[in-house]
C-alpha cells in the first residue's frame, strides 16, 4: 500500500515504458488462487468444481481447468453444469466475487460444505457486513453496481435477505432513482425502470426513505463516491437537512471501497499526466476493474485493452478490445510516433504480472536497439529499486 503513485520509467532507449505504480493481482485474487490450487493438491480424489470463473481472466481459467477443475456456472449465472449432477462428495470452490445466499443454500442442500472451500474476498465480505450493519439502522441499500454482475448478484442476495435493495448501474440510474425519493416520478413507474435490479416486495414510498450506498467492489471509486454524494444531496435537499443531521436519511459508508480497486485506480491517473503516446492495459476482456482502468485511459490518449502480448501481431497493428461495443478491432500504425515512443502500462486484478511482462517484451522487440530488459533489472537491482 505504497502512497507514492508515480508510474515507474523503463527506459529501453527508443522505446519508453511507464509502468503504473500498482497494477495486477489484488489480494482477493492472489488468496483465491492460492487455496484452488491447494484444494486441487489436497484432494486429488475428489471432484472439484468452480462455481464460476475464479476471476476473470481466461489464463488463470485456463490453468484451473487443466488441473482438472469444472465450471458450475457461466460469469452471468448461466448453468454450465446442472447443479443435480452433484454430490456430497464433491469440492465446490466459492469465487473471490462470492455467490449469492440462495446459491449456497442449494449446495448446501446437496451436503456440499460451501465454507470450507470460500475464496469471497475480505473486502467483499467487508461491504455485506456494512451492509448488514445500515440494515439494522432501517436504511435501504443502493448497490452501485453492473446488475449481471456476480459480484453485484451476490452483494445484492446478501443486502436484500436483510433490508430494501436496490441497483443502480450507473449515474443516469442514480438520477433516475432520485425522482422517486423526491416523488418526481410516480412509484408505479419505479418497477419498470428498474426491472430486475430492486428486491422482492420493494414498496418505493416507504423504502427510499432512508438509504445508504454500498458498491460493487471494481467499479470506478469515483463514480460511487458521485452517485454517493448525489443521493446524499438529494435527501438534504428533499427533507432540508444539513451535514450535521444527513444521518438521520443517509448512512455514511464511505469505509467500504476495496483498497486494490482505489490503489489502482489512483496510480492510473497519475500515471496519466506523463506526456505519453498511447497506453496499453492488460486484463481479461469481461474484468470490470479492467474496463475501468481503460475507461480513465482513453479520456486522455489512445488506449488499447488486450488480453495478451498474442493481441500485439507487429510493430504495425494490434488487436484490442472495444468494452464499449464489445468487439475486438484491429489497429494499424499504433506506434507510428517519434522516438522515444512512450507507453503507458497497466493491469487488472485479475492479471497475472506475467502477461505485462510478456506485454513489455513483445514491445520491446520491435525496437532492435533496445537496451536488453535483463540489463534492466540489472540497473534496477543495483539501483536497490
Ligand atoms: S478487487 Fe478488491 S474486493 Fe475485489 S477481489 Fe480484489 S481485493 Fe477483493
Redesign the pocket.
Known sequence: MKKDFTPTLLDFGPLQIYLARHFGF????EN?IEISFRTIDENPDKRIFLLSEM?HNPQVNEDLRERGIRFLQDTYGKQIISFETLTADDIVIIP??GTTLETERKLNEIGIRTEKYNTT????EK?WNRSGQIAKKDYTIIIHGKPKHE?TRATFSHAASNAPAVIVNDMTEAGNLAKYITGEKPASQFYKDFDGQFSPGFDVQNDLQRVGVVNQ??MLASDTQAIADFLKQTMLNHYALTDINAEDRFADTRDTL????YENQAAVSCMLKTNADLSIVVGGYNSS?TSHLVELCEEKLPAYFISSEEKILSAKEILYYNFHNKQELLTANYLSFNEPVKILITSG??CPDALVEAVIKKLISFYPDSIILERMIEQFQSTGL
Do not use: D, L
Not at 121 to 124: A, G, R
Not at 258 to 261: I, K, L, M, V
Open positions: 489484488c489480494y482477493g485474487v483465491a476471476i473471490a466475487f474476498c475480505p473486502f467483499v461491504v459480484e467492489t471494481t476495496c483498497y486494490a480497486t476493474n486484478a485479475s
